[in-house]
């Protein structure tokens, strides 16, 4: 998929390591994510927009940046009868906490009136998935995950975490944290998977 990260990195006279220590990637892996060999994530787009200081769609197609993090990236919504929860990372994932509050405004378009959605705040971006500290995360508990999304992911027992997800031979894997072992959706302790369908993140 085509993306204008080079060509921004270079306007903003910034080297490939430079950009990758900001980010928390590697000098390669920018560069692999430049020339398309690897894929663009939602968690990469979001950080590398922050990072040079652009709007994700400066850096790819709009309706590529649509379809990775919905409509909502740029201008904050104001939320009516949204419920947003805690997170805190716990364990090395990042955790989604039980206790919730209402926020008065309008829910984004991509969840109003959709029961049961939800939004939290990224707690810290110390570990994978890469999302900088403070966005506000938009999630829609009906709509399935898919390849280079972000999921919120409940497993078992344990408290749902957010995970991004990825495509592994043939298998939909999430991966929650940079020392936890990937996931496969298909397992049958996961119990339910919810998709983030946008966010806004100062």
């Known amino acids: ?30 560069s692999k994510l430049e020339s398309g060999s690897r894929r663009v994530r939602a968690d990469h787009l979001v950080v590398l927009a922050k990072a040079l200081k652009v709007a994700p769609e400066d850096l790819m197609d709009k309706d590529a940046v649509r379809e990775l993090i919905g409509d909502s990236a740029v201008t904050r919504p104001t939320a009516a009868s949204l419920t947003i929860v805690s997170a805190r990372r716990q364990n090395g994932t990042i955790t989604i906490v039980t206790d919730q509050s209402s926020v008065n405004g309008e829910a984004p378009p991509q969840i109003a009136n959709v029961p049961g959605a939800f939004a939290f705040y990224m707690p810290d971006t110390s570990m994978e998935p890469r999302v900088p500290v403070g966005a506000l995360l938009y999630v829609h508990p ?14 078992g027992s344990e408290p749902p975490t957010l995970a991004s997800v990825e495509r592994r031979s043939n298998a939909l894997v999430a991966i929650t944290g940079a020392n936890m072992p990937p996931l496969d959706l298909n397992d049958p302790a996961v119990t339910h998977t919810a998709r983030i369908v946008g966010m806004w993140f100062p």
């Open 142 to 155: 009906i709509l399935p995950p898919r390849a280079g999304d972000l999921a919120v992911i409940s497993y």
């Open 1 to 30: 998929m085509a993306n204008r990260i080079r060509e921004w990195r270079n306007r903003r006279r910034m080297s490939l390591a430079e950009l990758g220590e900001i980010v928390g990637l590697s000098r390669s892996e920018i």
